[in-house]
């Protein structure tokens, strides 16, 4: 009902536009994306707020929107599936960090290799929303790598706040897995 309604108000926008059918189509669907991504979010948070981990899925949930686009790897082939992996990776991030006790030389190492990790091989370009343009590839590398640099910093001068400085460490870390999670186009 909703995407229907979304999907109207898109093509009465497109028409009075003069809009071809593809640009409309197009645009439909990255407005139901961004409809979907916003939906599952708003879920999410009140899920953790409910479980008083309101500060902590904030911190994850900002943490990947910003690395995540950029590095690709690992997506979930429907929404719902997309909103139980995502409930899940916000669950074993915030277990993860509560019950780890980084120091500044470990969250300084395991960064490192993250930030090494995102230079070599990000974006991995998923068959669900492949990127053909090279200048793309490279400015989404570029993007990831900077975001990466700046979350990891973020999280060292954080240190003293030991579970954020965890959530963000390990939700990069996470981040990384993920895009290792991955198997080429046309791989068996």
Known sequence: ML???LD????DICKYNNFTQDKTEEIQYVMRLMMYEMLKIIAIIIIFSMLGYFKEVVLIIFTMVCVKPFTGGYHETS???CLIATTTLCCLTILIAKNSNLNLVSTILISSINIFCIYHQAPIVNKCMPITRSSLI?????????????LS????FIIKYRVYSNIITWTLTINVCLMF???????V
């Open 79 to 81: 929404q719902k599936r």
């Open 8 to 11: 109207y108000f898109v093509e």
């Open 181 to 187: 999670n991955s198997k080429k186009h046309g791989e």
């Open 153 to 156: 910093m973020i999280s060292i």
């Open 138 to 150: 490279k400015k989404n590398n570029k993007i990831a790598l900077i975001n990466s640099i700046i």
């Open 3 to 5: 995407r229907k309604k």
